[in-house]
């Protein structure tokens, strides 16, 4: 048996390396573009005197600044405009007015009219919560969650089944009409019953 030419070799390795497993993957068109850009950006640099070089360093530092500049700013805006939940004193910080068990049940009224029933629900539940604390001379914390609320109340049973009731329209699958009129039924006997 003969060994193949030195022509033939050739002629199968380059087959062999031609082949899909030996090619490197072709890169994504918009690399090629993006290094297309870059090198060209590299020769027009070459090409730029040192002053010019200095200007577009300048020009880039100050572009630099004025990015963070304007994070800092949008950043420390938000934190001005977020309430602070940890303190649990945005309303008392700011200085906001602390609203009324009367005022929140009329803003649930206003809400079921527009059939907006789940806001509903939660100004009748912040409603009960604010009397709650009148009820029991404790601080109104708008921040606080109901749970917190419960804990911070001693938890009494008829807050803890009145949050449940008004969380199933604020938060279960089909919030309806009658269970939320049930709420509201529920919240103002509780009033008539402060009033007394």
Known sequence: MSLPADDEIRQRLAAILASPEFRKPEEPAWVRVLRKVW???????????????????????????????????TFQRLLREAPRTRQGRAGELAGARVPTSEELLADARSYKSQGRLREAARALQQARLLLECQRQSVAWRPTLADWEWIDRLGRPA???????ATQNVA??????????????????????????
């Not at 027009?44 to 880039?60: K, Q, S, T």
């Not at 008829?158 to 449940?164: I, S």
């Not at 699958?173 to 529920?186: S, Y």
């Open 39 to 73: 090198h060209a950006l590299v020769a027009w640099l070459e090409h730029v005197p040192p002053m010019g070089r200095w200007a577009i360093a300048a020009g880039c530092l100050l572009a630099l600044i004025g990015l963070g500049y304007y994070v800092f700013v």
């Open 158 to 164: 008829a807050l803890v089944e009145f949050t449940r």
């Open 171 to 196: 938060f279960g699958a089909d919030p309806t009409v009658p269970a939320l009129e049930a709420c509201e039924a529920r919240l103002l006997a509780e009033l008539g019953e402060a009033a007394a």
